[in-house]
């Protein structure tokens, strides 16, 4: 089992930048490829980016690519999703989340392991 905590949210302008952190309990944190979810007042749960477990494979969302940087140290058992050029549209709660099966996925469904989610607010 994963225990995953997320933190590093908060409030910022846009166009600035803030840096979240997931930190997984246990050790076969490196078995798992991890994603940032995001959701929204009223709106679903979405895919904002992946890491496949090595830190080789990365994907990212089209809303958020060239602007997010997803990355790992498994050393740490961490996770991170470096967040520039923040825009309005940005704010949401960020969730983590561990999946054990092989291949990325943006489908919150396949994923196993969830944090409880940190807030990022973006202000105009």
């Known amino acids: 089992q994963v225990q995953l905590v997320e933190s590093g949210g908060g409030l910022v302008q846009a166009g600035g930048s803030l840096r979240l952190s997931c930190a997984a309990s246990?050790?076969?944190?490196?078995?798992?490829?991890m994603g940032w979810f995001r959701q929204a007042p009223g709106k679903e749960r979405e895919f904002v980016a992946f890491?496949?477990?090595?830190?080789?494979?990365?994907y990212y969302a089209d809303s958020v690519k060239g602007r997010f940087t997803i990355s790992r140290d498994n050393a740490k058992n961490t996770v991170y999703l470096q967040m520039n050029t923040l825009k309005p549209e940005d704010t949401a709660v960020y969730y983590c989340?561990?999946?054990?099966?092989?291949?990325?996925?943006?489908?919150?469904?396949?994923?196993?392991?969830w944090g409880q989610g940190t807030q990022v607010t973006v202000s105009s």
């Open positions: 246990g050790r076969t944190f490196s078995r798992y490829a």
């Open positions: 890491i496949g477990h090595s830190g080789v494979a990365t």
């Open positions: 989340a561990a999946r054990g099966s092989t291949g990325w996925s943006i489908h919150p469904y396949s994923y196993d392991y």
